[in-house]
């Protein structure tokens, strides 16, 4: 619950505004990722997903972009509202090692500003 | 929606006892995962499951063994709990996509606390 954002940065955004939370992944191997949103007293809620083949996948109102040549994720909320504050993570996974294991990142709390 | 249940969201157990916790999928998934949360920490795999009856360590096994006799239904087992052992449990299950990858999906947790 709240003590998973404990000793987490912190992203604060006005309600409405864009935000952007980032990622940085550490196996060049990595060809699948996900972004989950951990609200607190709840388990990690899958967001959206992207694949090593593509740079940009959008949802509702979230947009992931890949950056493979400096290992690098984003998640981008459009129209951020108090809803989304939660703790956000991402997770990568090397398919072709043959593994489903997911490598999970600390997370970034993000907290909106009514 | 895929949905997880953990059977108890809030556990308190004594040093030295016999924990189970229970997880059900109800998405006929192949893959479950059990992880354990701390803060600081992120999420660490304990032990995962591509199939019934198989099972596999991960990260953090010691301590711990798992169950899994029926696809729905995988359990985790705190041989002898201590108190190093309190933490949010997570469990997961997934399908194993046959072509691509496939994310993993979540229970709200069991936060376990050992006295």
């Known amino acids: 619950g709240e003590s998973v954002g404990l000793h987490l940065p912190t992203l604060s955004v006005q309600e409405g505004d864009n935000s952007i939370i980032n990622c940085a992944y550490s196996?060049?191997?990595?060809?699948?990722f996900i972004w989950y949103k951990q609200e607190s007293g709840k388990g990690p809620q899958f967001i959206i997903d992207i694949r090593s083949n593509m740079d940009k996948r959008q949802g509702q109102r979230v947009t992931v972009l890949l950056n493979k040549t400096v290992k690098h994720l984003s998640l981008q909320i459009a129209a951020t509202q108090p809803g989304d504050s939660a703790v956000y993570f991402c997770?990568?996974?090397?398919?072709?090692?043959?593994?489903?294991?997911?490598?999970f990142g600390k997370g970034t709390k993000l907290s909106v500003i009514p | 929606d895929v949905k997880v249940t953990q059977s108890s969201r809030y556990l308190v157990k004594r040093t030295g006892e016999k924990v189970f916790l229970e997880c059900v999928q109800d998405?006929?998934?192949?893959?479950m995962f059990w992880y354990r949360q701390d803060p600081g920490l992120g999420l660490r795999l304990i032990y995962f499951?591509?199939?019934?009856?198989?099972?596999e360590k991960g990260d953090i096994p010691e301590g711990y063994s798992v169950s899994r006799e029926k696809k729905e239904r995988f359990s985790l087992i705190l041989e002898s709990a201590s108190t190093n052992q309190t933490s949010m449990y997570l469990c997961?299950?997934?399908?194993?996509?046959?072509?691509?990858?496939?994310?993993?999906?979540f229970g709200d947790g069991t936060r376990l606390s050992i006295l």
């Open positions: 196996n060049s191997a990595s060809d699948y």
């Open positions: 997961a299950s997934r399908v194993q996509g046959a072509v691509s990858n496939q994310p993993q999906h």
């Open positions: 499951s591509y199939d019934v009856k198989m099972k």
């Open positions: 997770a990568e996974n090397d398919s072709g090692a043959g593994s489903y294991q997911l490598t």
């Open positions: 998405m006929d998934h192949e893959n």
